[in-house]
């Protein structure tokens, strides 16, 4: 019995999935470059052990407990939000009860990959195996193995990139810098907590911005040097990238006196929801003529309504599983910046969506145009097989290959790494086949692309 | 010669193809439970034979006559709108000469499967063979085993609920109760006629609700109660389920000071069209809180532009064949409910949409999160093959198969019931056998997720 | 070696392969019927070489230089704009460099094509064998087999449309109408630069047509006139359809009052951007006013954003690969012009998008109800492998084959014109031979259909 088929996600036409094992083979073992991901540098930092199963596989991901939640199983039982789970093994028993649940997704491929291959663990997971599962899983995390810095080892990890606030000190990423371990553990800039005037303390965190960075953030000037110096700081530990989360893609490009005294309605405190908007909006122009001077690859992750269950905010905080897409448009919204930077040779540009009508419609013709545009892999809910096969073929067309960025994982579970690259390579492997066998591609074109896919591209984006 | 081949619509690669042919022998036969639909009680309450082919085939199904008119077939040759026929043998052949246009459509599917598997016809229909195809249909619609009841049993239902006013005396409802036959005919409550200020006779409807529920619909509270009451009456005679079908998904939450002013605008006649728009969308909610209280399920269907064509409209009336989608916003739309009633263990609320877009983007992520939500099957344009596929694709890897309720045939014509069931069933199969081909699902499993999708999820959505 | 396999763009699977080649067989030889596109009647007139294989290739293809550009390469160094290239050469050996760029694109597929089956060159085209190529191209360019009319023959046009401005003389039709050769060069009428108030030296316009017309323009009634009368003459040299190119799908039903005040505003100059759209509107449905009159097929292509890229447009022009494609909407853009001559017999309206998320949701439904609407086929982007099965996929079991027109190239590039069709054809066989592999469709329903989709219905929807 075994929980993954080695031929796994290959078409089942014997002719497309022979080619795409060929093409797998070679790319199976290249190392994973992961450019976008929410793992803590802090694990590398410190290289303590990971708590128990349940602390590692449901409480921190939303991906499984949202599912778990839609059915009815109650977050309160699910300990969700509790810093110490009084009682993980019942947590990991309803876990386990609801496995079924996960059929057909991508965190089940994610899971089963876990279990098999770091856990040894070749059933699936059930009610009835509850118990032997968690067992066997807790008793492998107090390994030396296990530690955080061996998995990075074993997983072939070339390079981890965490994603940072602006007032972080970094020195979880200086410690590992210190200790003169090897592995490369990169910090990236997510400056949302100071630049949009909707994240939680806001004003606060820009005052803390300004002591940071040594600035006086009561002034747009002063407030825009803040910023400057903190990419500055970012990149002495490696950053290569910034990332920017906003509810929509909207551009500005006002005169440094609007934008000024935009800033002055903002901290007092007193802007409407439009102005915060077009604030938003002006940040991300700014940030873009920041990364022309400083050459940090820009990341645009619009989209997500946030937050959008009110009751379950209220008690269980952000990232619970209650985050919903809606309509994105990139056509009007990232013109004004991009009128203004948009043929800039130094920059690059990765666009990210959670809306799929735009791949074709927007992404596709922007990145197969702009020179700094590029296109972000299939994100979140579309980090899926059928969501990468969707990204393919609504992109490729237009933008080509050399216009996309290879893979992120995007996850707070580090322990799925392996799995979600490998499915990433094994869809572009499915992808490949099927043009070629329907000779719209050359094998020995397909060997070059789906290494340029699994492993050059993105250290190219990326600067990495 | 055939009409329908034995692996229609499984797969053509052989190792999926037997795996989707194992699957379906599995469910192949079970009974069919079909919980929303436009078929009437009045069938099986009095239990006469249907009328001639042609106002069985033809007049009532707006799949067919619309695809004529389109290629220029008129609507008064059509007979469209006459409630007795002159000319039913002409409108046939003018039906069979342009059967060809169908190639490719789902309605072809129905209407061969139809003439086959009822009817024992095996050529397909032409102008050709029009004449005989009709005589051997009006043949057969004369003898007892065409009648409502005996097609009820052949077609193996085990329930079929119609749609119905809740100005409806459902006397036909009572008749079959009171007949002692055994077959399950429940009715479903749809209130527009009385919660949408738009439908034609909107405040003669609301008197008449009022009337028959002896309450006084001069007032907020009591307009609420009658529609109360008038959902206790649908209960008793076995309603499990109301259907919602607003232009938009809008919902609204105002205090009940403020809906009450705005239903006395509404009343007045003189409200505009964005209060109108609004009353319809405090109902929505009203209708959730009565839901919770009373246990019925929510189905909503938004997005159709009805009457689009608005000659057709007047010359022809409703449901002509001019409804014409739109797209359909859901995420803020939907959120005003969703935090008063979206956590509640009591309510089921089922979503339908003709906007394609929303299933990746909003659907399947609010199906996959909020306890009260599912996803109903593909509806109307999208009940076809292709579109059975692309719901599975954009949906499942996010909300999984558990959060969807099995298929509704949603027909006016009862003869294609089974046709109808046979599709999704075969569909169903084509998606999973994929599935187990690529490795993504263990085939025992599938055997279990074919059935729930067949039969077992729709009876518990429901409440069957 | 070879560039294209004779089994190219056909599904993989062995049965479906043996289908898709079987019809491919049949139609692969009717001849072409191009209704749609953009090469130059003076070719055809004059029967001059086309010039160097960089000005033949490169420069007119916006395809092509958009995606090098995407990738950094500059749009001087491939001397884009420049009306005598100064070093062809060097122009050609950067495209050649970029080249695997194309990998996965359609344009890959068009260029392919294009240098075996008419140079007969056979290795991928690479930095290595670039002057090669480019030797071998020149050389043949200077043949009397390359010839433009020469290549209309081999190239087995029955027909092929132009499309020109109201303004046009259209000397050149007139010349090959003369000159007795037999090739059949239609002018299309595309009025934009005379009903568009945003067109560039719109005013001007208006008075050369009043002039070209012999009408006062100064008046609603003389301008209106003037159009007649210049459809009029487009009609005598052969002209069969009209064309739009508006940003959205607007249309307006203005009084005559209103329209005449409306069309004093905009000559005045001082029209507001709603008041030019409003025109704009209503100029479509005066022109399905005009064609209810004098037959002329309307062609309606909405939705791209003109000249995104400011910087590019100011130096380099129009129509230089920077126009994307917006969200847009046809049911309630449509409706106005629907509503007053939506169900005339003779009139009939091609409805194009680079809204994907439209066909299922708008088009579809609606060219499956109203008589005078057809779906023009995928365009632009979308003219493509993946793109195609799209369309079909999307629109077909609402419109059925019978609501769409066959294939348009639209294409700038003669020598991609037996590329482009054959590619169409290929599609449409593989989607086909899908259909009937799944007993969708009978194998003998499937050769009269694709003979259909190649030949027959878009001569009869341009009336050609």
Not at 351 to 375: M, N, V
Request: glycine letters at 4%.
């Amino acid at each position: 019995m075994t929980l993954l088929h080695e031929d796994r996600l290959f078409p089942p036409d014997a002719t497309t999935r022979a080619i795409a094992k060929r093409l797998y083979a070679s790319v199976k073992c290249l190392p994973i470059v992961s450019p976008h991901g929410h793992t803590q540098a802090a694990w590398f930092a410190h290289n303590q052990p990971f708590p128990d199963p349940a602390r590692l596989f449901v409480q921190p991901d939303h991906y499984v407990y949202r599912m778990l939640y839609s059915q009815g199983v109650s977050m309160d039982d699910l300990e969700i939000g509790v810093p110490e789970l009084k009682n993980p093994r019942k947590v990991w028993r309803l876990f386990a009860e609801h496995y079924y649940l996960f059929r057909g997704t991508p965190t089940r491929l994610w899971l089963d990959y876990a279990f098999q291959e770091l856990f040894g663990l070749t059933e699936r997971l059930s009610a009835k195996n509850a118990d032997h599962h968690y067992d066997v899983v807790a008793e492998k995390l107090r390994t030396p193995e296990f530690l955080p810095r061996a998995l990075y080892e074993r997983f072939h990890l070339e390079v981890l990139a965490t994603t940072d606030s602006p007032l972080d000190s970094l020195n979880d990423h200086r410690i590992i810098r210190d200790s003169g371990w090897h592995g490369r553990i990169l910090p990236t800039f997510r400056p949302d907590p100071v630049v949009d005037p909707d994240f939680a303390g806001f004003r606060d965190n820009v005052a803390k911005l300004g002591a940071l960075a040594s600035e006086e953030t009561a002034t747009w000037s002063g407030y825009l040097r803040a910023i400057e110096k903190t990419r500055a700081r970012f990149k002495q530990l490696g950053c290569t990238a910034t990332d920017h989360g906003h509810p929509s893609a909207r551009t500005a490009d006002l005169s440094q006196e609007e934008a000024a005294s935009l800033y002055f309605a903002i901290l007092s405190g007193a802007a409407s929801a439009d102005q915060r908007e077009l604030f938003r909006a002006q940040m991300l122009t700014e940030m873009a003529r920041m990364s022309v001077a400083d050459g940090l690859v820009m990341q645009i992750h619009p989209g997500s309504f946030r937050n959008h269950n009110q009751q379950v905010y209220e008690r269980y905080g952000r990232d619970t599983g209650a985050d919903i897409p809606t309509p994105t448009d990139y056509v009007y919204a990232l013109r004004p910046l991009l009128n203004r930077f948009g043929n800039e040779a130094n920059l690059t540009i990765i666009l990210f969506t959670l809306d799929e009508s735009s791949y074709s419609r927007e992404l596709a013709p922007l990145a197969g145009h702009y020179p700094c545009l590029r296109l972000g892999p299939p994100w979140w809910f579309f980090d899926s097989p059928e969501g990468m096969l969707r990204f393919r073929e609504a992109t490729t067309e237009t933008a080509g290959f050399y216009n996309t960025v290879g893979f992120n994982d995007d996850t707070r579970a580090f322990l799925s790494i392996p799995a979600r690259h490998d499915v990433a390579r094994r869809m572009d492997c499915a992808f490949l086949a099927r043009l070629v066998a329907e000779h719209r591609l050359d094998e020995e074109e397909a060997f070059e692309v789906v290494r340029d896919l699994a492993y050059n591209l993105v250290r190219k984006a990326y600067k990495l």
